[in-house]
């Protein structure tokens, strides 16, 4: 689980959270900070959600933009590739 470094710097408040009675004896059993892990997990759905709009937002340019390497190729071509 990655946890980023601007949680030790951001601002806390509490907050109510429904979560399930299983995970939560799981997350006691295993000493979890439940905070942190919730903080974490939200902080990934938000990027979740955050790309796959960006993604759909940029459907057209990404398509377009495989279309012409497809056509043309990349710009610069790496070492490794012969000519």
């Known amino acids: 689980m ?8 951001s601002k806390r408040r509490p907050v109510n959270l429904t979560i399930r009675e299983d995970l939560l004896e799981s997350a ?10 919730a903080e974490a997990g939200i902080e990934d759905a ?17 398509l377009a933009h495989n279309l012409r390497v497809e056509k043309e190729g990349t ?9």
């Open 28 to 37: 006691k059993s295993l000493n979890l900070n439940t905070s942190k892990a």
């Open 75 to 83: 710009l610069l071509k790496p070492d490794w590739i012969p000519e």
């Open 46 to 62: 938000i990027k979740e959600i955050q790309t796959s709009k960006w993604l759909e937002s940029n459907k057209e340019a990404l």
């Open 2 to 9: 990655h946890i980023s470094s601007k949680q030790n710097v």
